[in-house]
């Protein structure tokens, strides 16, 4: 039998921030984490968040809302960091979208 269901692939919408300087902590929480923000489209409990290829620790806020503590070593140093979704369940990916350390 064929489903006629579509499975759409997450998207990142907006995220942030875009950039912060080296070494530099951004939006900083009561624990000291730096913690960047993702609204997107099609998300869901199997969605987590790869940076450069790591999975982050993230909080899914429901609706089309994720947060995540991003760890120093990816801002200790002037560079570009890949972002993007993964579903988990269907293996889609979303669109990437960068993070630059200046």
């Keep these: 039998m ?6 759409e692939a997450p998207q990142i919408l907006r995220f942030g921030p875009h950039t912060t300087n080296a ?4 939006n900083v929480q009561q624990n000291g984490d ?5 609204k997107v489209a099609n998300g869901k409990g199997t969605i987590v968040v790869k940076f450069d290829e790591e999975r982050l ?3 899914f806020g429901g609706g089309d809302l994720i ?10 140093t002037p560079g570009e960091h890949k972002i993007y979704l993964l ?3 269907t293996g889609l990916t979303s ?5 630059t350390v200046k």
């Excluded at 730096?34 to 993702?38: I, Q």
């Design 23 to 26: 070494g530099v902590e951004f």
């Design 57 to 59: 620790n993230c909080y």
């Design 67 to 76: 947060t995540c503590s991003i760890p120093k070593k990816f801002f200790e």
């Design 95 to 99: 669109n990437v979208v960068i993070f």
């Design 2 to 7: 064929v489903s006629n269901y579509l499975v």
């Design 87 to 89: 579903d988990t369940a």
């Design 34 to 38: 730096s913690v960047m923000w993702f």
